[in-house]
């Protein structure tokens, strides 16, 4: 993986995975696991650490020619969000967040729960693809 967005001395993937350790729960093992197959996915992709003020450690990006996906961890769920996940094909249905907006879309991921591992992959690999075409797939709007 690249890196990218270093601070303090620490680059992003740095950042990211102390973030990821100081969860110290099923969250951090989650987060570690997805972040996994996103490098999987891509080896090219950049991880980068945004958002990050004083009263939070900041929200891990993946990237490659633009967003892919976020990794935030709340209290009960770790949510991955796609960028333009409302223009990628999901036959595997692992969207099931944010579904009523235009462009994002979500994966949450609660304890105890696994994320078919291929399917998550393909989405990585769409979400790339789209970001290198420079469009968006039509909505069903336009298409009409």
Avoid at 28 to 57: C, N, Q, Y
Avoid at 84 to 105: M, V
Wanted: proline share 3%; glycine share 10%.
């Amino acid at each position: 993986m690249k890196k990218s967005g270093a601070s303090q001395g620490q680059s992003a993937s740095e950042l990211i995975s102390k973030r990821i350790a100081e969860l110290g729960d099923w969250r951090g093992g989650t987060l570690s696991r997805m972040r996994k197959l996103i490098g999987e996915a891509d080896p090219d992709v950049v991880e980068e650490l945004k958002w990050v003020k004083a009263s939070t450690p900041g929200t891990p990006v993946w990237s490659h020619n633009g967003i892919i996906c976020t990794g935030e961890s709340y209290k009960n769920v770790v949510k991955l969000t796609f960028a333009k996940g409302a223009s990628l094909e999901d036959p595997a249905r692992l969207f099931n967040s944010s579904l009523d907006g235009n462009a994002r879309r979500a994966i949450d991921i609660h304890e105890g729960e696994e994320v078919d591992e291929s399917a998550f992959k393909a989405l990585v690999r769409q979400a790339i693809a789209l970001n290198s075409s420079g469009k968006l797939k039509p909505s069903k709007s336009a298409r009409s």
